[in-house]
T-cell receptor, first 112, second 111 residues
């Protein structure tokens, strides 16, 4: 079955550590996106990529980094520079964003 | 700056009531407006609207877009406890090729 897989579902890290969230899709979609969601809030765009080896900053990119070396994969690294990293992270992909996204099931990151 | 604003942010009603959720937007290059329902994890797609005045309907849910006044509404009639969720409105920005989301409306349906 085609879809997006995010792993892990839950992640706990100590303050000051970098952590990488995985996002893999087998839908042959060109575009991939990372969003952050805080409790009771909407989604805020962190980074997005329209093609391999290219990506753009979203509205809240500070403290995050990404890579897009393969079409299927768009990992997100939450660095120690991110002041408040505890949140729910959603990855999405689209063939044409006009028709909406396919979402992964999310990773809940807790920094203690 | 592209902005999508939803209201109310939170709503509690009784089963059987009808609710209306609002979404207004100010964006540079509008292409379409989408509604999503989020229960636990990933948002699920409800509607995509591109033209003014044409109602989209799916069972008890319906939505309409007004491109002159820059807003959309999502109606849910005869609500059920299973309608409890966060409802997200998003606008697709042409050129930038991305969705900008509103803050969401948390809807709670009490039996």
């Amino acid at each position: 079955d085609g879809g997006i897989t995010q792993s892990p579902k839950y992640l706990f890290r100590k303050e000051g550590q970098n952590v990488t969230l995985s996002c893999e899709q087998n839908l042959n979609h060109d575009a991939m996106y990372w969003y952050r969601q805080d409790p009771g809030q909407g989604l805020r765009l962190i980074y997005y990529s329209q093609i391999v080896n290219d990506f753009q900053k979203g509205d809240i990119a500070e403290g995050y980094s990404v890579s897009r070396e393969k079409k299927e994969s768009f990992p997100l690294t939450v660095t120690s520079a991110q002041k408040n990293p505890t949140a729910f992270y959603l990855c999405a992909s689209s063939r044409q964003a006009f028709y909406g996204y396919t979402f992964g099931s999310g990773t809940r990151l807790t920094v203690v | 700056e592209d902005k999508v604003v939803q209201s109310p942010l939170s709503l509690v009603v009784h089963e059987g009531d009808t609710v209306t959720l609002n979404c207004s937007y100010e964006v540079t290059n509008f292409r379409s407006l989408l509604w999503y329902k989020q229960e636990k994890k990933a948002p699920t797609f409800l509607f995509m609207l591109t033209s003014s005045g044409i109602e989209k309907k799916s069972g008890r849910l319906s939505s309409i877009l007004d491109k002159k006044e820059l807003f959309s509404i999502l109606n849910i009639t005869a609500t059920q406890t299973g309608d409890s969720a966060i409802y997200l409105c998003a606008v697709f920005i042409q050129g930038a090729q991305k969705l900008v989301f509103g803050q969401g409306t948390r809807l709670t349906i009490n039996p």
